[in-house]
């Protein structure tokens, strides 16, 4: 059975920090990590992302205060939010992309509940 689970959300006022984690189970092989945000009446948008070999990604309004990093384990990672606006104010999701079985031939993607970050002015 398939988990993704966040945690580190809250309320915090601008210019705090947050640090969002994520762990992911059973999933045989995961190939990229993401995190994303949806504000109330928004789509969800990607934040970012970090693949299997470190490789990170990011969207241009987070570049320079939020970083993507990974555990020990490739199957947890990270959001660490610095220098947070109310415009972060958001539902965070994680998704994880990668083989569900070992003798799966095809990737799937898989999403956490979301953890709520409220940033006040």
């Known amino acids: 059975q398939v988990q993704i689970e966040e945690s580190g959300g809250g309320l915090v006022q601008t210019g705090g920090s947050l640090r969002l984690s994520c762990t992911a189970s059973?999933?045989?092989?995961?190939?990229?990590m993401a995190w994303y945000r949806q504000a109330p009446g928004n789509e969800r948008d990607k934040v970012g992302s970090i693949t299997s070999g470190g490789y990170t990604t990011y969207v241009d309004s987070v570049k320079g205060r939020f970083t993507i990093s990974r555990g020990d384990a490739k199957n947890k990672i990270y959001l660490q939010m610095n220098n947070l606006t109310p415009e972060d104010t958001a539902v965070y999701y994680c998704?994880?992309?990668?083989?569900?079985?070992?003798?799966?031939?095809?990737?799937?993607?898989?999403w956490g509940q979301g953890t709520q970050v409220t940033v006040s002015s």
């Open positions: 998704q994880a992309i990668g083989l569900p079985t070992s003798t799966s031939t095809m990737m799937d993607g898989y």
């Open positions: 059973g999933i045989f092989d995961i190939y990229v």
